[in-house]
C-alpha cells in the first residue's frame, strides 16, 4: 500500500461535471490499494472574482482580509469535491489549512510553510477515508488561528510540502496540460511532452514562467527527495516525472525556511576573453560564439552587457589550457568588427589570465531579496573585487582575481554558514541515460531592465546597490556588469545592469535614483520593453556549440540580442519584447524540439 498525494488545479475542479471526473479519478488510484490526501485549488477563476470583490469595496484592503477573503474559495472545492466522493460510495472528509495543521510564518498573502501536524490526516487515512485538503492556506499558530495564505502557487506549495511531511510515495500534480512541454504549448503548439526531466533542470524552467510548476514547490521536491509526477487531469497521458536527488536528512520543522544557499563553489581553472566595442547588432554573438564552437572551445560564464551609443562588451570564461584557441578566434573576428560602419570605436580584445570563479548555489534562494547582496557585502568587506557577475534562479556567480581565492571562500562560507561544500552536479536521469543539451525553453514578458551608469569599480558598490532594493523587497533577475572600465575623474566606473518584475520597476528606478546621488553614480535607465528567453538543459555542459546555435537562430531572424547571462545549465538573452515571441519560437525550432502532435490546452 502506498500513499500518494495529488493535487488539482483550478481547471481541473472548474465545473460541477469536472469534479465529478477527479473524484473518479481519485476512486482508480485508490483501487490499486492506495491511500490518498488530495490538494485542491479553488474553481476555476473564483479567486479572480474575489480580488474583483474585495477591489469594489477598498482601493487597498488590508492583507489580513484579503487572506480571510480568499481562502474560503478553496473551501467551496475541497467541500464539493469530498461530497462527490461520498455519493459515489468512497469515504472521504474535507479539511482546510488549519484544520490539517498546516503552520505558516506570519506573513499575510505571502506565508511560507513552517510545519505540518500531520496526526489528524493519518488518524482519517487509517479509517480508509480520502482527506481532502485546502491548497494555497495554513495558519500561523494554534492560539490565534489567523488564517494566513501562500501566494502564487500555493496549492502546488500545498501538495508537496503534504507529501514531504507525510512521507509519500509520490505527489501527482494534475493541471491542464499533459505534463512538462519543452515550451508553451500556447505560442507552439507542437510543442513536445518530456518523460523526465531532472529537478534542477524544473526549477530553472518553473523560476523562467513554465507555469506548471511553481519554483517553491520544486524547491521542496528537491530538498526532501520528494518524486513528483506532473499529468494532466483531462487525459491519460503517462505525464512527466519530475527526479528528485537523493534528500539528505532534514526535519520537517522549518519545512520552507531552509537554508538559502547550500553550497560556496570556486573554480581556479578560469580564464577570460573580452570583446569590448563590438558593433550593437544582430549576428555578433552568433558570429563569435560559431567559430569558438568549430574549434570544439567549451565556454563557461557568457555575459553580453548593455549597449552605449552603437556598440557593447561581449565577455566569457573557458578552462585556461584552451584559452589560446579562445583568444586566436577572438583576433581573428575582431577585425571584421572594426570595419563595420557602425562602428564608434574600434573592437578590442582582452584576456585575464589569472582570474576565479566563485559562485553560490541553493534552491533556497528563489524569490528571496537580498541573497546576492549579501554575496557581494560579504566579498566587499572581504576586500574582494567582483570583475564579472552572472546569475541564474539557483546561482549567482562572480569571477574574482584568484589572489583573492581563499578569503573568499572563507567570508562565504562564514557568511552563508557553510561548513563543507563539494561542488554538486545536475541529478542526472536513472540508468544513466545521457542528458540532451538543450530540454526546454521559455519566455518571460514580465520583466524590465534597469542599468546605473558610471558605477565606480570599488569593493562594495555591487552591494549597495543589491541591498537596498532587497530593503525594498525587490528580487533581482539577471545581473550583469560591464567589461569596459572608464576613467572620468581619474576614478574608474562600470555600468551594472539587471532585470527585475515589471511590477517592482518604477519602484526600483526611485529608489536607485536616490542611492546614485549618495553613490555619485550616473544616471539610472529603465526599459520596459523587453523580454528574456532562455534554453535550460543539464546536457549542455561541456558541449561547445549549445550557445551558438541559440545564437545563430536569432540572427537568422534579424533578432538583436541585448543581455545575455548564463549558469552551467541555462542561456538567457534579453530582446526587445516585440520579439519575444519569435525568439522563442525560432530557438524552439533551432534544437529541434517539436513533437508530431499539437498540444490543445482547455480554455
Given amino acids: 500500500m502506498a500513499l500518494i498525494v495529488q493535487k488539482y488545479g483550478g481547471t481541473s475542479v472548474g465545473s460541477t461535471a469536472r469534479i465529478k471526473a477527479v473524484a473518479q479519478r481519485i476512486k482508480k488510484t485508490l483501487a490499486g490499494e492506495n491511500q490518498v490526501v488530495v490538494v485542491v485549488s479553488a474553481m476555476g477563476k473564483t479567486t479572480d ?8 469595496i477598498s482601493s487597498n484592503p488590508s492583507r489580513r482580509e484579503m487572506d480571510m477573503l480568499l481562502s474560503t474559495g478553496e473551501q467551496v472545492s475541497i467541500a464539493l469535491l469530498s461530497m462527490a466522493l461520498q455519493e459515489s460510495g468512497q469515504a472521504a472528509i474535507s479539511l482546510t489549512g488549519a484544520q490539517v495543521g498546516i503552520v505558516t510564518e506570519a506573513h499575510h498573502s505571502r506565508a511560507r510553510i513552517l510545519n505540518i501536524k500531520t496526526e489528524r490526516i493519518e488518524r482519517h487515512l487509517s479509517q480508509g477515508k480520502v482527506v481532502v485538503v485546502a491548497g494555497f492556506q495554513g495558519i500561523t499558530n494554534f492560539d490565534d488561528f489567523e488564517i494566513t495564505t501562500l501566494g502564487r502557487g500555493g496549492s502546488d506549495t500545498s501538495a508537496v510540502a503534504l507529501a514531504a511531511a507525510l512521507k509519500a510515495a509520490r505527489c501527482e500534480i494534475y493541471t491542464d496540460v499533459p505534463g512538462i512541454l519543452t515550451t508553451d504549448p500556447r505560442i507552439v503548439p507542437e510543442a513536445r511532452l518530456m518523460s523526465e526531466v531532472t529537478c534542477d533542470e524544473m526549477l530553472e524552467l518553473a523560476s523562467l514562467g513554465a507555469k506548471v510548476l511553481h519554483p517553491r514547490a520544486v524547491e521542496i521536491a528537491r530538498n526532501y527527495g520528494v518524486p513528483l509526477l506532473v499529468l ?17 536528512p532534514r526535519a520537517i520543522a522549518g519545512l520552507e525556511i531552509v537554508r538559502a544557499v547550500d553550497a560556496v563553489e570556486f573554480d581556479t581553472d578560469q580564464a577570460k576573453v573580452a570583446l569590448l566595442r563590438v558593433p550593437d547588432r544582430p549576428g555578433i554573438a552568433a558570429r563569435l560564439f560559431g567559430e569558438i564552437a ?27 589550457k584552451v584559452l589560446n584557441k579562445a583568444e586566436a578566434v577572438a583576433e581573428a573576428i575582431a577585425p571584421v568588427l572594426r570595419s563595420h560602419p557602425a562602428k564608434t570605436e574600434e573592437a578590442e580584445v582582452a584576456i585575464e589570465r589569472k582570474i576565479a570563479k566563485i559562485a553560490i548555489a541553493g534552491a533556497g534562494m528563489i524569490g528571496r531579496p537580498g541573497i546576492a547582496a549579501k ?13 564579472m557577475i552572472s546569475t541564474s534562479e539557483v546561482k549567482v556567480s562572480c569571477v574574482i582575481d584568484a589572489a583573492d581565492g581563499k578569503k573568499a571562500i572563507a567570508a562565504l562560507c562564514q557568511a552563508f554558514e557553510i561548513d563543507s561544500s563539494p561542488v554538486k552536479q545536475p541529478s542526472a536521469l536513472p540508468n544513466s541515460q545521457p542528458l540532451p543539451p538543450v530540454r526546454g525553453v521559455a519566455l518571460d514578458l514580465n520583466q524590465a531592465r534597469l542599468a546605473i551608469r558610471h ?9 549597495k546597490i543589491f541591498s537596498v532594493l532587497a530593503e525594498n523587497n525587490i528580487s533581482v533577475d ?6 569596459r572600465c572608464r576613467i572620468i575623474n581619474n576614478i574608474a566606473s562600470r555600468d551594472i545592469a539587471f532585470t527585475v518584475a515589471q511590477a517592482d520597476a518604477k519602484i526600483a528606478q526611485t529608489v536607485l535614483q536616490q542611492l546614485a546621488k549618495e553613490i555619485h553614480c550616473g544616471e539610472v535607465l529603465l526599459d520596459t520593453e523587453i523580454a528574456k528567453v532562455s534554453v535550460v538543459g543539464a546536457g549542455m555542459m561541456g558541449q561547445p556549440g549549445v550557445a551558438a546555435k541559440m545564437f545563430a537562430a536569432l540572427s537568422a531572424k534579424a533578432i538583436n540580442i541585448q543581455m545575455i547571462t548564463t549558469s552551467e545549465i541555462k542561456i538567457s538573452c534579453v530582446v526587445a519584447e516585440s520579439e519575444g515571441v519569435t525568439a522563442l519560437q525560432v530557438i524552439h525550432e533551432a534544437f529541434e524540439l517539436a513533437g508530431k502532435e499539437k498540444i490543445e490546452v482547455p480554455a
Fill in 49 to 56: 472574482g474575489l480580488v474583483k470583490l474585495a477591489q469594489e
Fill in 232 to 248: 494532466s487531469s483531462w487525459s491519460e497521458e503517462p505525464g512527466t516525472l519530475v527526479i528528485s536527488p537523493l534528500p539528505q
Fill in 294 to 320: 568549430l574549434q570544439n572551445v567549451d565556454v563557461d560564464l557568457i555575459i553580453q552587457s548593455i549597449h552605449e551609443g552603437n556598440s557593447n562588451d561581449i565577455a566569457f570564461t573557458v578552462i585556461e
Fill in 375 to 387: 554575496m557581494f557585502a560579504t566579498l566587499a568587506e572581504a576586500g574582494v573585487n567582483i570583475e
Fill in 455 to 463: 558605477v565606480r569599480d570599488l569593493p562594495g558598490m555591487a552591494a
Fill in 478 to 483: 539577471m545581473i550583469i556588469q560591464s567589461q
